[in-house]
């Protein structure tokens, strides 16, 4: 074979192969747009990562754990606040949701609570224990009368909220006196039973008036303390301390006792007993 007709040969096959190239590109167009469009891996859109967001209890968390962190006297005291202000029996998980303070894991604070004499604990639940259980004023009331020789309103303050109100209500009606002691500045409240109501005769009045009494309070008191009885007044401590810091009292002019309307009594300090006596015109 000539070299002429080899490639000629050569030329047709690679006719007959565009040819054939040709036909299945042709038959392949028409599936290819009838296909949807797939985005490839690289076109698409990056992912949005979410931000990560603390919690925003984050400073309730801390109060917390300073909470559970303090002294056991601490947490004590919080609790029996809690008790105190709301007057109601919860359990150590109540009591762990209203102050955070976490009873059961804490047995020092545990024992702490069932021992203290203003906390009671029936088993299950705590509450505030006063030491008269009183509700109301009747109850107040009665209770005050119970005793004659006064009771310290530092003992019942505490039995309800309103107690002091109470007690201000039954001074007013004249069911109770209320006097302060000059030592301890605490007040008692006394009964005043209208029921008691004395008459004293006018020449007894007149011999209570006539006693004479000792120009200086050291006296005064010396003679009370003679007959049982204890002063309210401390003046020899109190003169001691004035020279310590440098003051001198000036001493009183001696003057003839009067027995008048104006006259200061012995018992000067219950007005009380008075406001119903008649004292003769001088």
């Known amino acids: ?3 002429q007709e080899s490639l000629n040969r050569f030329k047709q096959q690679q006719e007959k192969c565009q040819s054939t190239l040709s036909s299945i590109a042709a038959r392949a167009a028409p599936s290819k747009a009838a296909q949807p469009y797939k985005a490839t891996p690289s076109s ?3 992912k ?16 917390i754990n300073a909470i559970r962190k303090s002294p056991v006297g601490a947490q004590l005291k919080r609790v029996i606040d809690l008790l105190f202000e709301t007057r109601q029996a919860f359990t150590p998980e109540d009591i762990n949701e209203a102050c955070y303070v976490d009873v059961n894991s804490n047995k020092a604070l545990f024992d702490s609570l069932k021992k203290n004499t203003k906390v009671k604990y029936d088993g299950k639940r705590f509450s505030y224990k006063s030491k008269y259980d ?6 107040l009331l009665s209770l005050v009368r119970k005793y004659p020789e006064g009771l310290q ?3 019942v303050k505490d039995s309800y909220p309103s107690v002091l109100e109470d007690l201000q209500a039954l001074k007013a009606a004249g069911q109770v006196w ?7 500045q605490e007040d008692i409240v006394y009964p005043n039973d209208p029921k008691v109501m004395i008459k004293v005769d006018d020449d007894l009045k007149q011999l209570f008036r006539g006693i004479e009494l000792p120009r200086d309070m050291v006296d005064i008191e010396k003679e009370l303390q003679k007959n049982g009885m204890k002063p309210a007044t401390n003046t020899a401590k109190r003169r001691a301390m004035a020279q310590v810091h440098g003051v001198t009292s000036k001493p009183k002019p001696k003057k003839k006792r009067e027995i008048t309307r104006r006259t200061k009594l012995t ?5 009380e007993l008075f406001q119903n006596l008649n004292v003769p015109d001088s």
């Open 134 to 139: 009183i509700k109301g004023k009747d109850q």
């Open 267 to 271: 018992n000067a300090h219950l007005p």
């Open 153 to 155: 309103v530092v003992e």
């Open 178 to 184: 209320l006097l302060s002691n000059m030592d301890s």
């Open 1 to 3: 074979m000539s070299l």
């Open 44 to 46: 698409a859109p990056p």
């Open 48 to 63: 949005v990562i979410a931000s990560v967001k603390f919690s925003n209890d984050t400073e309730r968390l801390q109060h």
